[in-house]
């Protein structure tokens, strides 16, 4: 059974970086096309982007391009999103989420989530 | 594809019924292969999320049958036939039928 275990919460100033981590466990045969969501306060759940079983495929929400970057560590099936130029409204639990038909179905499982407070 | 979801909140008595609808901005139903590409997700506050009802009707796996999906085209709604204290969470219908994947803002169910 597929989980997924995501790092810790963040705090950072504006202007700053983070990457976020997110470890597939119970996946074999490295399948998993992994989506990421963030959720701010008080709104519904936002779609980033996803990535490839292998990390060599991308494909980002537009209001991201340019400042989301998702990779991946086969070795460990390890999925990554970095996010840059942070600003207030980034503040946000990010989630991390599989896909369970090659990049064209619904989520599940996800992880726990990641609290990224922006602040000065 | 815009979700959107009625109504924000609901306040249910046990045992009564509880009905959520998500109204889609354009159709996402596929004609041929008859499904319609809509998940409804239960959030309980520390928890990740958990799909409940996928192809707008289908059940996951361990869901209880009071959770029920209908809809189809543009118009969707998640049933709980007799709220149980621990349906008490928020709820957001998605599409997948396209990119970017939406999600509606999410209804709160609480207990009357």
């Known amino acids: 059974q597929v989980q997924l275990v995501q790092s810790g919460a963040e705090v950072k100033k504006p202007g700053a970086s983070v990457k976020i981590s997110c470890k597939v466990l119970?996946?074999?045969?490295?399948?998993?096309?992994i989506h990421w969501v963030r959720q701010a306060p008080g709104q519904g759940p936002e779609w980033m982007g996803i990535i490839s079983p292998g990390g060599d495929s991308t494909n980002y929400a537009q209001k991201f391009e340019g400042r989301v970057t998702m990779t991946r560590d086969t070795s460990t099936n390890t999925v990554y999103m970095e996010l840059s130029s942070l600003i207030s409204e980034d503040t946000a639990v990010y989630l991390c989420?599989?896909?369970?038909?090659?990049?064209?179905?619904?989520?599940?499982?996800w992880g726990q989530g990641t609290l990224v407070t922006v602040s000065s | 594809i815009v979700m959107t979801q009625s109504p924000d909140s609901l306040a249910v008595s046990l045992g009564e019924r509880a009905t959520i609808n998500c109204k889609a901005s354009r159709n996402v139903l596929d004609i041929q292969k008859h499904k319609n590409y809509v998940a409804w997700y239960q959030h309980k506050p520390g928890q990740p999320p958990q799909v409940l009802i996928y192809w707008a009707s289908t059940r996951a796996s361990g869901v209880p049958e009071r959770f029920t999906g209908s809809g189809s085209g543009t118009d969707f709604t998640l049933t709980i036939s007799t709220l149980q204290a621990e349906d008490v969470a928020f709820y957001y219908c998605q599409q997948y039928f396209t990119t970017p994947r939406t999600f509606g803002q999410g209804t709160k169910v609480e207990v009357k």
């Open positions: 989420a599989r896909d369970v038909d090659a990049g064209v179905g619904y989520f599940d499982p």
């Open positions: 119970g996946d074999s045969y490295f399948r998993s096309y």
